[in-house]
T-cell receptor, first 110, second 112 residues
């Protein structure tokens, strides 16, 4: 799997956008970028994934750099329920298991 | 469509007893994964199974741990002769082939 690097923690004010960065400089051309999050005392939850172009869904947006060596998860309007650990993962193509790192702990300030 | 169901939610065992953790995947999902999360640590992959087959068990401890996903019924993660170090949250996930993972709420195992 491509090695991913994320900040250990971030803070954001409620109702403001949040940009969570991830570096994956060793990514190969066929590796997807996945984002999951884990709320306190719960299992991880799928957020979004993409390959080359930016992706949007009801939860978030994923902006992928042109060289694909980094990406940013965007929460457009953070709520208190978005407080969680966010994991950026890039499994090797064909590898069906996901390897979770330490992620970014997002704190939302009311 | 019910999500991934894990039971029990909490399991208490004394040292030396056996722990059996169950996971029912989402309907239509043929792939099951087990992960372990120690307190204040990240999720560690344990094993990946398809129906009646273990595909990847590279994260499973060599002794005392086993997993199965029979043709009928839930996937079972079995820990024999539990020790205090086995205390952790165990999460199961399921997926269709080559797709995103859907996780259960986990089983919190406490070994006294």
């Amino acid at each position: 799997d491509a090695k991913t690097t994320q900040p250990n923690s971030m803070e954001s004010n409620e109702e403001e956008p949040v940009h969570l960065p991830c570096n994956h400089s060793t990514i190969s051309g066929t590796d997807y970028i996945h984002w999951y999050r884990q709320l306190p005392s719960q299992g991880p939850e799928y957020v979004i994934h993409g390959l080359t172009s930016n992706v949007n869904n009801r939860m978030a947006s994923l902006a992928i750099a042109e060289d694909r060596k980094s990406s940013t998860l965007i929460l457009h309007r953070a709520t208190l329920r978005d407080a969680a650990v966010y994991y950026c993962i890039s499994p090797n193509f064909g590898n069906e298991k996901l390897t979770f790192g330490t992620g970014t702990r997002l704190t939302i300030i009311p | 469509n019910a999500g991934v169901m894990q039971n029990p939610r909490h399991l208490v065992r004394r040292r030396g007893q056996e722990a059996r953790l169950r996971c029912s995947p989402m309907k239509g999902h043929s792939h099951v994964y087990w992960y372990r999360q120690l307190p204040e640590e990240g999720l560690k992959f344990m094993v990946y199974l398809q129906k009646e087959n273990i595909i990847d068990e590279s994260g499973m401890p060599k002794e005392r741990f086993s997993a199965e996903f029979p043709k009928e019924g839930p996937s079972i993660l079995r820990i024999q002769q539990v020790v205090r170090g086995d205390s952790a949250a165990y999460f199961c996930a399921s997926s269709p082939p080559g797709n995103v993972l859907f996780f259960g709420s986990g089983t919190q195992l406490s070994v006294l």
